[in-house]
């Protein structure tokens, strides 16, 4: 049972990527699935949570308007638009299950329900 991250890469400010969350061993739709991302010597902190029913999602402030994350029922998937990069959005960004299936209405309290942790993908914006 494992999560994983993919998709990240170099981009300049301003820029897009989608990251995408795939799981091996169980279904993601049957979850809450949410990202985080750790920069260089920060602590890890939330991005956004995708509930198991889709209308119930939670961002941080700091990405709201230019995050967006969604479900990829026909792959099983959870993916992560990012729009309007900027380069305190630099980090190694990952995945994580709660087996739940909801996400903590506060962004700050995500990281209390994850009980599986996926390898992360680094992103990287120049500025």
């Known amino acids: 049972v494992q999560l994983q991250a993919s998709g990240g890469g170099l981009v300049q400010t301003g820029g897009s990527l989608n990251l995408s969350c795939t799981g091996v061993?169980?279904?993601?739709?049957?979850?809450?699935i949410a990202w985080f991302r750790q920069a260089p010597g920060n602590e890890r902190e939330p991005v956004a949570c995708?509930?198991?029913?889709?209308?119930?999602?939670t961002y941080a402030n700091s990405v709201k308007g230019r995050f967006t994350i969604s479900r990829d029922f026909a792959e099983d998937t959870v993916n992560l638009q990012m729009r309007g990069l900027r380069p305190e959005d630099t980090a190694v960004y990952s995945c994580?299950?709660?087996?739940?299936?909801?996400?903590?209405?506060?962004?700050?309290?995500?990281?209390?329900?994850?009980?599986?942790w996926g390898k992360g993908t680094l992103v990287t914006v120049s500025s």
């Open positions: 994580a299950r709660d087996r739940s299936g909801y996400c903590a209405r506060d962004a700050e309290y995500l990281v209390y329900g994850m009980d599986l």
């Open positions: 995708i509930s198991q029913s889709p209308s119930r999602i």
């Open positions: 061993g169980f279904r993601l739709r049957d979850n809450a």
